[in-house]
Each structure stands twice: as structure tokens, then as C-alpha cells.
């Protein structure tokens, strides 16, 4: 019967203490893996914002014309532009926040900063309705909460196919 439970006869082995307990260097490991990775998803934030600022950028320096003299002044069609991206944008969030289920913290910090700024911005748009500077922000804050989104999405996708 003894034969049948420890057929190989490990229970007559002498118990031997660890040299070293290892979980410290696999906590610290482990640490370390999750800061490299946040830092590699705030750099990927940023990279994002700054080529979605940089488009934007670009795209009123085509739609702006600039007089000799005076301040910049845009032009109907620009100002149109921006008001319609923007409202295209409003449309494509309501959309993403149907599909939303629950989101993590650190996303939901993004989000709400994210929101606040756009409501301080259309709190500028209301006093200053034809700024397209205003309006460039308010595209620049959208494209990024559209992206936060969009990026959610992508992670709860993959989640759900790996089941």
C-alpha cells in the first residue's frame, strides 16, 4: 500500500530548508514588469495625442488662411469643418459609450479629465462661438476620448477572444 502512494519512496528523503527564498526577487520582477509596461502605455498615450494634435494641426494650417497684416482670421469653411468633425466625433462617442461595459480606474481617471476639459472648452466656445483655435482644442480633446475608447474596446475584444 505505502508502495502505491510514494511509488519512487520521496517520503524517506530528509527535509531540506531553501538556501534562498525567491519570492522577493519575483515580487521585485514582477514590479518592475508592471512599471515598464505602464510607462510603454503612458508613452503610447502621449505618442497618440501628440500625432492626433499634430493631424489637427496640420489640417487647420490647410483651412486657415492667413491675412498680411492683423490677427489670424479662418475661414467659414474651416470653422465649418471643425464644428462638423467635432459633431461627428460627439457621435462616434455616444456610440462607443453604448458598447462601454465597465471600465478600469486608471482609464475612468482619463476619461473624466478628459470630459472636464472638453466641458471647459465648450464653456469658452459659448462666450466665443467662432474661435476655431477653440474649436481645434475641443477636435484635439474629442479625437483623444475617442481613442481612450477605442482602445478599451481593443482590450475587452481581446479579452473576450481569449476565452
Not at 58 to 79: D, F, M, R
Request: no cysteine; glycine share 4%; hydrophobic share 40%.
Amino acid at each position: 500500500m505505502q508502495k502505491e502512494r510514494d511509488p519512487l519512496n520521496l517520503g524517506s528523503l530528509p527535509s531540506v530548508a531553501p538556501v534562498t527564498d525567491g519570492w522577493p526577487a519575483i515580487r521585485a520582477e514582477l514590479e518592475q514588469q508592471n512599471q515598464r509596461r505602464h510607462r510603454r502605455r503612458l508613452t503610447g498615450y502621449a505618442a497618440s495625442a501628440l500625432a492626433i494634435a499634430a493631424t489637427v494641426a496640420l489640417a487647420l494650417g490647410l483651412y486657415v488662411q492667413q491675412p498680411t497684416a492683423g490677427p489670424v482670421e479662418a475661414s467659414p469653411q474651416a470653422l465649418d469643418s471643425l464644428v462638423s468633425l467635432s459633431q461627428k466625433l460627439e457621435n462616434r462617442l455616444r456610440s462607443y459609450r453604448s458598447e462601454m461595459g465597465r471600465m478600469p480606474t486608471e482609464t475612468l481617471v482619463y476619461q473624466v479629465e478628459l470630459e472636464d476639459l472638453i466641458a471647459q472648452v465648450d464653456e469658452e466656445l459659448s462666450m466665443n462661438p467662432n474661435s476655431p483655435e477653440l474649436w481645434g482644442q475641443r477636435v484635439n480633446l474629442l479625437l483623444d476620448l475617442s481613442r481612450l475608447y477605442e482602445n478599451q474596446l481593443r482590450r475587452d475584444y481581446r479579452h473576450m477572444a481569449s476565452l
